[in-house]
């Protein structure tokens, strides 16, 4: 009974301590209203003791560190609920809510063998539209196009979801079909209701990251306004305002608000960013240490047995240090998991800085055959293909980019 009282204590001095640390923010946002509402439920429902009481309260608590995750984006936190979902698992045995949880989470860590296998195990044919939409969005990360397409497809026509739409906008505008896209992204807002105002930013902000991929920069940040004024306080969304103030030559902004979100955060994309935005002002001293800081934490990522930062391994190496052989070696690993567009193009791009230019023409073919059309892909295309000698190939490719996007040489985030 001593312990469990002294447990009890340290939960509640530990929550008291989160809520006063919310209430002592001076600018309170809905950011910070709907991260204390989970910390609140959370603290309660551990003070409780009702973690593993049953599988039910058990789902109901790693839903609430879902959702805690997904909000704060903190590897940690996802990590965390893994972990969580795993201990469930081994204790309540085959539940199927558990298990697609678990899917996401796989998923969401770059583990699609492993996520597949835990769809595998929901394999009712009265599957919900979540699992139709994860084994779409699992299709299109191995690259398979125009099955990702038919699995939204068919999601939507089972039950008409915001979410639904929007990935299918997504596909459609890495497709080149803009106006479709923009369509699409239009009906997921009105699907939206009053109380899912972080969900109505979410979508604003694809809405602007398709201006943004062809040049429109006005149109972006208004897109980027509103999600910011529905859903106050939101760090993606600043993110995303940054860059574009980046890729406008505002880097005085764009520096303040990176170091903001990095002190928030602590995320190491956002310290490599903030390097690459540094390396684009011609700062490379300033850049180095950011990067050196990103770096490590990748390499500390990958020592835990992660793969979540392969891909931004292999860019960082290739571009920010030039580093062929170091860029191949990640590209690779990224490509052993999920071949896709970006993960070939990462490939002939490391290769290419390699100077192996015939392999990556080859590893250029496989991502441009994928019918993508995005400005930096057709780029590494141009310079693969003017580097392996084929020239009107690449001054082909050279004017795509700037069809696709006139600004395509402004700063951009390697996502």
């Known amino acids: 009974m001593r312990f469990l009282k002294g ?101 969401k860590f770059h583990r699609i ?16 539209p979540g699992v139709r939409l994860l084994s779409a969005d699992i299709k299109l990360q191995e690259g398979q196009y125009e099955e990702a397409e038919q699995g939204y497809l068919r999601a939507i026509e089972e039950k008409r979801t915001w979410d639904g739409l929007a990935r299918l906008a997504y596909l459609r505008s890495i497709m080149g079909e803009v106006d479709s896209a ?6 997921a807002l009105d699907e939206i209701t009053a109380k899912e105002m972080r969900s109505y930013a979410w979508v604003e902000l694809q809405r602007g990251l398709l201006d943004l991929r062809h040049g429109r920069h006005d149109e972006a940040l208004a897109h980027y ?15 995303h305002i940054a860059e574009l103030m ?26 490599q960013t903030l390097g690459d935005l540094y390396f684009y002002m011609g700062q490379p001293d300033r850049a180095k240490p950011w990067h050196e800081k990103a770096l490590a934490a990748y390499l500390e990522s990958v020592q835990r047995g992660e793969v979540q930062y392969f891909h931004h391994l292999a860019t960082f190496y290739a571009d920010m240090r030039q580093d062929g052989a170091e860029a191949v070696k990640w590209a690779r690993r990224d490509l052993e998991l999920r071949r896709n567009f970006a993960t070939h193009d990462a490939l002939a791009w490391a290769l290419y800085r390699d100077g192996r ?59």
Request: hydrophobic residues 40%; glycine residues 6%; proline residues 2%.
């Open 113 to 128: 063998a492993d996520a597949k296998s835990d769809i595998e195990r929901l394999s009712d044919p009265d599957q919900p």
């Open 357 to 415: 230019f015939a392999e990556a023409e080859d590893e250029m073919n496989a991502a441009l055959a994928s019918g993508v059309e995005d400005a930096h892909l057709f780029f590494h295309a141009a310079m693969v293909y003017l580097a392996a000698g084929r020239t009107d190939q690449g001054r082909q490719f050279l004017k795509k980019a700037a069809e696709v996007n006139p600004r395509y040489e402004s700063f951009h985030v390697h996502r």
């Open 225 to 239: 306004r509103h999600a910011d004024k529905a859903y106050s306080g939101y760090w993606l969304v600043e993110e």
């Open 7 to 107: 447990a009890f204590i340290f939960v509640f001095v530990a929550c008291l301590g989160f809520v006063l640390a919310l209430w002592a923010q001076k600018k309170t946002t809905d950011y910070r209203l709907e991260l204390e509402r989970i910390e609140e439920d959370l603290c309660r429902e551990k003070s409780n003791g009702t973690s593993a009481a049953s599988s039910e309260k058990a789902i109901g608590l790693i839903y609430l560190e879902y959702l805690k995750a997904s909000l704060t984006g903190s590897m940690e936190d996802f990590a965390g609920t893994k972990r969580a979902v795993d201990r469930a698992i081994g204790d309540f045995g085959s539940v199927p809510e558990l298990y697609l949880v678990r899917a996401n989470l796989n998923f």
């Open 246 to 271: 980046g890729a406008a030559r505002r880097f005085e902004e764009a520096v303040a608000l990176y170091g903001e979100l990095i002190a928030r955060t602590g995320k190491p994309e956002l310290e």
């Open 182 to 187: 923009e369509t699409l992204y239009a009906e």
